[in-house]
């Protein structure tokens, strides 16, 4: 049996990247995003199993087959799940934030977004504030520019 006496060499290095980019959203996310400058959300459907998806899909992933039903979903829902982000990141909003994901009224899927109005000063309280199923709305930015955040956040109702 031998021993290794080779000294060991770093095999990794700290990167930092600053990037700006411009991603190309494609017909089903831009006009989700259009319908956000609107104050619309827009979600599509699909044609064989009638799954409505929020944000929306350009095939139903179950039946393989294009979404291009659209309708208006109503700006509430209920949040199904939550947590919330202790830590921040660049670029990110200022820590503690909730996230949750809201299913719409009339969709099948979750949109994932903040929910403002809680208490995060008690980290074992906030389940109490924000249990599954409480009923939250859209609170519309006062600029839209055609992106995610043209939803400010969701409130409770």
Same mark, same amino acid.
């Not at 031998?2 to 089903?28: A, M």
């Not at 599509?44 to 998806?53: G, K, L, Q």
């Given at each position: 049996? /031998? /021993?290794?006496? +080779? &000294?060991?060499? !770093? ?6 990247w600053?990037?700006?980019y411009d991603?190309?959203?494609g017909? /089903? ?5 259009q319908?956000? /400058?609107? $104050?619309?959300?827009?979600a599509n459907?699909?044609? =064989?199993c009638s799954?409505?998806?929020?944000p929306?899909?350009?095939y139903? =992933? *179950?039946?393989?087959?294009? +979404?291009? @039903?659209? @309708?208006?979903?109503p700006?509430?829902?209920e949040?199904?799940v939550? +947590? ?8 990110? &909003? $200022?820590? %503690?934030y909730a996230?949750?994901? !809201?299913r719409?009224d009339?969709?099948?899927?979750l949109?994932m977004?903040y929910? *403002?109005g809680?208490?995060?000063?008690? %980290?074992?309280?906030?389940?109490e504030?924000?249990? %599954?199923?409480?009923r939250?709305?859209?609170v519309?930015? =006062?600029?839209?520019?055609?992106q ?5 956040h969701?409130?409770?109702?």
């Amino acid at each position: 049996m /031998t /021993t290794d006496t +080779t &000294p060991r060499t !770093i095999t990794t290095q700290r990167v930092h990247w600053d990037l700006d980019y411009d991603v190309h959203l494609g017909r /089903t996310w831009g006009r989700f995003m259009q319908g956000l /400058t609107d $104050k619309q959300i827009l979600a599509n459907s699909c044609p =064989e199993c009638s799954r409505v998806f929020v944000p929306p899909q350009a095939y139903c =992933e *179950s039946c393989f087959v294009a +979404t291009d @039903q659209w @309708q208006e979903l109503p700006p509430e829902g209920e949040v199904e799940v939550f +947590t919330v982000a202790w830590h921040g990141f660049r670029g990110g &909003p $200022k820590p %503690p934030y909730a996230i949750a994901g !809201i299913r719409l009224d009339g969709a099948s899927t979750l949109l994932m977004h903040y929910v *403002s109005g809680l208490d995060l000063s008690d %980290p074992a309280a906030v389940a109490e504030q924000l249990p %599954p199923g409480t009923r939250v709305r859209a609170v519309w930015a =006062e600029e839209r520019t055609g992106q995610i955040l043209d939803i400010a956040h969701f409130e409770q109702i």
